[in-house]
């Protein structure tokens, strides 16, 4: 399993850590979290399905986000 972490702000990649150079082409699963507003209105999901078109995309609303070593509030 090859795994790599986005960070999606306003419809945007700002941070990424993806050491094992996975494709989004190829990628099977995607699990996203962030705030339940951001989530919501269904521009996240539309982001994700475009950045990952084969992906099953499993997205879960959390009081806060998590990035590598740093949480954002």
């Not at 399993?1 to 850590?17: C, D, F, G, H, P």
């Not at 150079?21 to 996240?44: A, D, H, M, P, R």
């Given at each position: 399993?090859?795994?790599?972490?986005?960070?999606?702000?306003?419809?945007?990649?700002?941070?990424?850590?993806n050491e094992n150079?996975?494709?989004?082409?190829?990628?099977?699963?995607?699990?996203?979290?962030?705030?339940?507003?951001?989530?919501?209105?269904?521009?996240?999901?539309?982001k994700l399905r475009?950045?990952?078109?084969?992906?099953?995309i499993a997205l879960?609303?959390?009081?806060?986000?998590?990035?590598?070593?740093?949480?954002?509030?």
């Open positions: 399993m090859n795994v790599a972490t986005y960070l999606l702000k306003n419809e945007s990649i700002i941070k990424s850590k150079l996975v494709e989004n082409s190829k990628c099977q699963l995607v699990i996203g979290f962030g705030e339940k507003t951001s989530l919501s209105n269904g521009t996240s999901y539309q475009q950045l990952f078109p084969k992906a099953t879960c609303s959390t009081s806060g986000e998590i990035f590598d070593t740093e949480v954002l509030d």
